[in-house]
């Protein structure tokens, strides 16, 4: 059975940083390519970044350029997102989600399997 | 302001047909396979329309997808209590370089 369990959210002041982890079981790891997603508090689903089987390409939105980092360690089965100079529209319910392709910015891809999600807070 | 515009908001009653739309652009929907997601309250996405119209297992065939253009749809039919949700529609931008999603359509059965 796949599973995906994201952890690391919690309270942070503005301007400091969270790392969010995402263990993955049930699947041969890096097979797939990875992606977090987040939703805000009463709001639609945003893309936030996604990371290829191999690291060999990312991607982020606009609006976590520069402050946020993906990165996978297929050993540990794990996908990570360091993210830096939190801000008050950061926060949200962060997801981890599968690709059924290898790849980023594969257009016929999707996202087959999502964690529940890891809630992440920014306020003073 | 999300790049792939849905309707906030549909409702029918049970055991109709209900369309959501999607609409987007080039970039998008235009040249890529569009992907919808069902939400159900408190709970975590889930796949639900995978390269347009194509049904993931499990996935009731009550729900069907198309695309022509830079539309895409999605159709639910014999309506269910258990089908209120919100549902996303999502795809690859090219020009952004990531994806892109529809700012969800909430769906009332009555």
């Known amino acids: 059975e796949v599973q995906l369990v994201e952890s690391g959210g919690g309270l942070v002041q503005p301007g400091r940083s969270l790392r969010l982890s995402c263990a993955a079981s049930g699947f041969t790891f890096d097979d797939y390519a990875m992606h977090w997603v987040r939703q805000a508090p009463g709001k639609g689903l945003e893309w936030v970044s996604g990371n290829s089987w191999n690291s060999g390409r990312v991607g982020y939105a606009d609006s976590v350029k520069g402050r946020f980092t993906i990165s996978r360690d297929n050993a540990k089965n794990s996908l990570y997102l360091q993210m830096n100079s939190l801000r008050a529209d950061d926060t949200a319910l962060y997801y981890c989600?599968?690709?059924?392709?290898?790849?980023?910015?594969?257009?016929?891809?999707?996202?087959?399997?999502w964690g529940q999600g890891t809630l992440v807070t920014v306020s003073s | 302001q999300s790049v792939l515009t849905q309707p906030p908001s549909v409702s029918e009653a049970p055991r109709q047909r209900v369309t959501i739309s999607c609409s987007g652009s080039?970039?998008?929907?235009?040249?890529?396979?569009v992907n919808w997601y069902q939400q159900l309250p408190g709970k975590a996405p889930k796949l639900l329309i995978y390269y347009d119209d194509l049904l993931p297992s499990g996935v009731s065939d009550r729900f069907s997808g198309s695309k022509s253009g830079t539309s895409a749809s999605l159709a639910i039919s014999g309506l269910q209590s258990e089908d209120e949700a919100d549902y996303y529609c999502a795809v690859w931008d090219d020009s952004l370089n990531g994806v892109v999603f529809g700012g969800g359509t909430k769906l009332t059965v009555l």
């Open positions: 080039s970039s998008n929907i235009g040249n890529n396979a």
């Open positions: 989600a599968r690709d059924t392709s290898r790849h980023i910015g594969v257009g016929f891809s999707s996202l087959d399997y």
